[in-house]
C-alpha cells in the first residue's frame, strides 16, 4: 500500500470538507492501493502532529474532532489532551514541516487564505517535499516565490486556485505542453460574483445575496476580496503566469464593486456587510436595470490576450456563453490555435467547500506516484 505523508495548513471551510473527504473515501482509496497519512494539521496559531510522524498519524477519529472543534470556531489549541497529539505554537510550523521533510516523503497542503503560507511553501519545496495549493496568494506573491514554487512541476499541483475543482489547470497545462499556444482566455471566474449577479438580476439585494454567498462558502473569508476583484485577480495572474507571462498584480487591470472609503482598513467585515453594503443596493440594481433593456446582464468578466490582462464588470447578451451562467457556475473559454473559432470551454461549479476540497483531494492523489 503506498503511504502519502500529508500536513494541512488551514482547517476552514475548504480544509475542514478536505479532512472530511479523506476520512470518508478511506475505502476506495484503499480498493486504489494508496493510504493517505495526516501526520499534521494548522490553524492561524496552533499546529497539531502525530506523536510520531514516521509511524504514527492522526486517526480518523482525531481528524472528524479536528473539524468539529473548528467548525464551533475554537483554536487547535483545544485539542491539547484529545489522543495522543501533540499540540505546538503556530510558530514551531516551519521547524516541524524541516524536521517532517527530512524524514520522509511529505506533501504539504495549503488550505489557508494567507500570504504567510509562502515561505513554508517555498522552502518544503527545497526540501523536496510535494505542495498542494487552494490559496491563491502564494502563486501571486513575488516571481522569485513563483518560480520557486513551480520550480519542480511534477511536486506541484493547484488545481483548486482557479474554478474550485473544476480542470483548468491541467486543460491548460495539457495544452501547452502540447505546443499548442494559448491566444486568448475569457471567463467568469469568480463564484461568487456570479451567483451575485443572478440574484441581484432576480431582484434581490446585493446586501442579502453576499451575505448568502458568505453562508453558503462560496465568498473568501473577507466578501471584499471577491466584490473588489482581487481575488479573480489572483486567478487572472496565475493564468496568465501559467501561459508564461512574467507580470506581477500592478499589471492587471482590476474594477471593484465597492468605493475605498468602504475599505479594510475603514472598517471592518461585519460593519462592511451590515453598513456599507446596503448603501450599495440600489446603484447596483439600477446597473443590472439599465443593461437589461438592451437584453443584456452584467457578468465579472477576466480577459487574458497578449499583454492586456484585466478583470471588471461587462455588460453581455443574455444568450452568451457568459450571459447564461447562473449561480457560482465559472466558465472559461480557451482559445488555441487548434481551439481557434471554436475555444474550448470549460464550465461547472466554480466555489463551495465541497467541491473545492474534492478538488485538492484529486491533486493529492495525482502525485502519489512520488511517494513510496
Ligand atoms: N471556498 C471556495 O469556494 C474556494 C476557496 N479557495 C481557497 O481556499 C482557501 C481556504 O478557503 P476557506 O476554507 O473558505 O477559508 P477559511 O477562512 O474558512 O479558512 C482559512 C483557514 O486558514 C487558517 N489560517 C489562516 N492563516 C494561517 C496560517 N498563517 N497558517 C496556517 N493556517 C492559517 C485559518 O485559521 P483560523 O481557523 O485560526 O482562522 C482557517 O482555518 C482560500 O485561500 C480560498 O481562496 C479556492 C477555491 C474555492
Ligand atoms: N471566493 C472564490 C472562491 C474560489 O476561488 C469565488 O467566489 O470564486
Redesign the pocket.
Known amino acids: 500500500m503506498k503511504k502519502m505523508a500529508l500536513l494541512l495548513?488551514?482547517?476552514?471551510?475548504?480544509?475542514r470538507q478536505l479532512l472530511r473527504h479523506i476520512v470518508s473515501c478511506r475505502s476506495l482509496h484503499a480498493t486504489q492501493g494508496v493510504h493517505l497519512r495526516v501526520v499534521g494539521v494548522?490553524?492561524?496559531?496552533s499546529l497539531v502532529v502525530a506523536p510520531d510522524a514516521h509511524t504514527s498519524e492522526l486517526d480518523d477519529k482525531f481528524l472528524l474532532e479536528v473539524c468539529r472543534v473548528?467548525e464551533d470556531g475554537s483554536?487547535l489549541s483545544k485539542l491539547s489532551g484529545f489522543g495522543a497529539c501533540q499540540v505546538f505554537a503556530?510558530s514551531e510550523?516551519t521547524a516541524k514541516v524541516f524536521n517532517m521533510a527530512s524524514h520522509l516523503g511529505l506533501a504539504v497542503v495549503d488550505?489557508?487564505?494567507?500570504s504567510?503560507?509562502t515561505e513554508i511553501l517555498s522552502r518544503a519545496i527545497d526540501l523536496g517535499c510535494c505542495i498542494v495549493l487552494?490559496?491563491?496568494?502564494p502563486l501571486t506573491a513575488t516571481m522569485e516565490y513563483y518560480d520557486k514554487l513551480v520550480s519542480q512541476p511534477r511536486r506541484i499541483r493547484h488545481e483548486?486556485?482557479v474554478g474550485?475543482g473544476l480542470p483548468i489547470i491541467a486543460s491548460l497545462n495539457r495544452i501547452l505542453s502540447s505546443g499548442d499556444p494559448v491566444h486568448r482566455l475569457v471567463g467568469s471566474l469568480s463564484?461568487t460574483l456570479g451567483y451575485v449577479m443572478s440574484e441581484v438580476e432576480d431582484g434581490k439585494p446585493l446586501s442579502q445575496v453576499v451575505k448568502t454567498a458568505k453562508s453558503l462558502?462560496?465568498t473568501?473569508?473577507d466578501p471584499r476580496d471577491d466584490l473588489g476583484g482581487m481575488?479573480v485577480a489572483r486567478k487572472a495572474l496565475i493564468l496568465a503566469r501559467l501561459l508564461g507571462r512574467r507580470i506581477t498584480m500592478d499589471s492587471i487591470k482590476v474594477e471593484s464593486l465597492y468605493p475605498d472609503e468602504m475599505g479594510p482598513t475603514v472598517m471592518s467585515v461585519d460593519d462592511f456587510l451590515s453598513k456599507g453594503l446596503p448603501l450599495l443596493d440600489k446603484s447596483i440594481c439600477e446597473r443590472v436595470a439599465k443593461a437589461s433593456v438592451s437584453g443584456k446582464v452584467l457578468r465579472y468578466v477576466c480577459v487574458i490576450e497578449g499583454t492586456r490582462c484585466e478583470v471588471g464588470i461587462q455588460e453581455l447578451p443574455r444568450d452568451s456563453p457568459l450571459g447564461r451562467l447562473r449561480g457560482s457556475d465559472n466558465v472559461l473559454e480557451v482559445y488555441t490555435r487548434c481551439y481557434n473559432k471554436q475555444p474550448l470551454v470549460i464550465q461547472g461549479a466554480g466555489?463551495?467547500?465541497d467541491t473545492?476540497a474534492a478538488g485538492v483531494l484529486a491533486d493529492i492523489l495525482d502525485i502519489q506516484d512520488l511517494f513510496p
Open positions: 495548513m488551514g482547517c476552514g471551510g475548504v480544509g494548522c490553524d492561524s496559531k473548528k483554536s503556530h510550523l488550505c489557508s487564505a494567507s504567510e503560507t487552494a490559496n491563491k496568494k483548486s486556485t474550485a463564484g462558502g462560496y473568501e473569508p481575488d466555489a463551495g467547500n473545492t
